[in-house]
């Protein structure tokens, strides 16, 4: 049987477990609630959850007077909680405290009178609901997602100030933030990338290259689990990003030693110890 490493910081960070204990307890005490969007950016979390009779909302005109719609992890712009509040729906707020801390962020940096750059992914809920807050404010910004986004978008303003969506990469942040610097005359940073995605990156940078084999486990659609896959691949070409165990490939395991798990902040136990279950059966020969 190969040697298996999984990760320290593995699977649900502090904000998606608010979320989801949010979401369940909704679930179980007030017979079901909506919450507008995925609670998290993984399907399986989302499909038990509907088993408890929490869904996503499709669309506004299903709410009635009394219902409880719950605010994702990913936060919202402030005109959608207003709007939700005006059809009488009971709020609860699951937003994760590190996003909260970043709209903060934006809205100080236009009072302050700078120019906000955001990196980030463009149409990520998480950017949207940053860009909420940007325009409520009265400023002006843009979102960059790679370099060359942000040297064909970058305007020349004498002050320039940063934040950054949660699970951005730390070394393309630390890159952006490079080239903006040398561009503006004035520029305030705030790396409001959270500790959660920090850490489990340098566990990534510091595994991968000392293993045969990678996986990283979580949602396609997961910034987070996505950036973890990119750096690793990076560091080791046998990179192999799943969702759940019986996306594992016997293939990927034919001679290797040592196998690396890490997953992203909105991946549960469950799943990660399904597929070093599963990984234990491939490379220890006992087909299921």
Wanted: with cysteine; hydrophobic share 40%; glycine share 8%.
């Amino acid at each position: 049987m190969a040697n298996i490493k999984v990760a320290n910081s593995a699977g649900f960070c502090f904000g998606v477990k608010i979320a989801v204990d949010m979401a369940k307890e909704a679930g179980e005490k007030l017979g079901g609630a909506y919450t507008n969007g995925p609670i998290i950016h993984n399907k399986q979390v989302v499909q038990f959850l509907e088993k408890l009779n929490v869904k996503e909302l499709k669309s506004r005109d299903e709410l009635k007077e009394g219902d409880t719609v719950i605010i994702r992890s990913h936060g919202v712009p402030p005109q959608v909680e207003r709007e939700l509040e005006e059809k009488g729906v009971n709020v609860l707020d699951a937003t994760c405290p590190f996003v909260k801390k970043v709209h903060d962020k934006v809205r100080q940096l236009v009072e302050e009178g700078y120019f906000v750059v955001i990196i980030g992914e463009e149409g990520h809920p998480e950017v949207i609901g940053t860009l909420g807050h940007l325009q409520e404010a009265g400023g002006k910004g843009i979102v960059v997602e790679d370099m060359d986004d942000l040297i064909r978008k970058l305007p020349r303003r004498n002050k320039i100030g940063i934040v950054a969506q949660t699970t951005q990469n730390e070394d393309f942040f630390e890159k952006a933030v490079g080239y903006i610097a040398s561009n503006a005359e004035e520029v305030k940073i705030f790396n409001t990338i959270c500790d959660a995605t920090s850490i489990r990156q340098e566990e990534v940078k510091a595994l991968a290259p000392e293993v045969d084999v990678m996986i990283i486990i979580g949602g396609k659609h997961s910034g987070n689990t996505n950036r973890l896959a990119q750096i690793a691949r990076a560091l080791n070409p046998k990179t192999y990003h799943v969702e759940k165990a019986d996306e594992l490939k016997p293939e990927w395991f034919e001679g290797a030693e040592n196998i690396g798990v890490s997953a992203g902040a909105s991946t549960p136990d469950w799943i990660i110890e399904d597929v070093i279950r599963r990984i234990e059966e491939l490379t220890n020969n006992k087909e299921v």
